[in-house]
């Protein structure tokens, strides 16, 4: 307590006698503490994903694309009819999948492309078209 109260309020405290200082000079003594602490902070991280990168260029792997690195999706467009290959690739599931594993997928795509929250009206048909021709797939399999 006796520190925070000499930080503060240093102008006497006890037998230790410190020069006063003018409010604005803590209040820029301040600044530039946290100014440099940021710094030090920043200069962290560039480091650490300096090494990385380093580590990456000596092991050869640093300009290479790796396949999984952004996620794998479906490169190809839409067939005129589709296929229950294409429906469970739109979807993300496997063309065995159950009803539930359907559903699932169906609804986590449609929150994220719904027209009412700004999705793509066509994405959000297609993605209708591939639960429904999974679903009659499966219950035809049945």
Same mark, same amino acid.
């Given at each position: 307590m006796d520190i925070i109260i000499l930080i503060l309020n240093p102008i006497k405290h006890g037998k @230790?006698? @410190?020069p006063y200082c003018e409010p604005?000079? %803590?209040l820029q003594l301040q600044r530039f503490l946290i100014f440099l602490g *940021? =710094?030090? @902070?920043l200069f962290s991280f560039a480091g650490k994903s300096f090494i990385?990168? %380093?580590r990456a260029v000596k092991l050869g792997k640093a300009f290479k694309s790796a396949p999984g690195a952004l996620g794998n999706y479906y490169? =190809? =467009?839409f067939d005129n009819t589709m296929s229950r290959k294409? /429906? /469970?690739l739109i979807l993300g599931v496997r063309e065995v999948a159950d009803e539930k594993q359907i559903h699932t997928a169906h609804k986590r795509l449609m929150v994220i492309n719904h027209p009412d929250a *700004? *999705?793509?009206t066509y994405i959000a048909t297609k993605i209708n078209e591939a639960k429904e021709k999974l679903i009659s797939s499966a219950s035809d399999a049945r």
């Open positions: @230790i006698i @410190i604005e000079t %803590y *940021g =710094g030090l @902070i990385r990168f %380093y490169k =190809g =467009g294409e /429906a /469970a *700004g *999705g793509s």
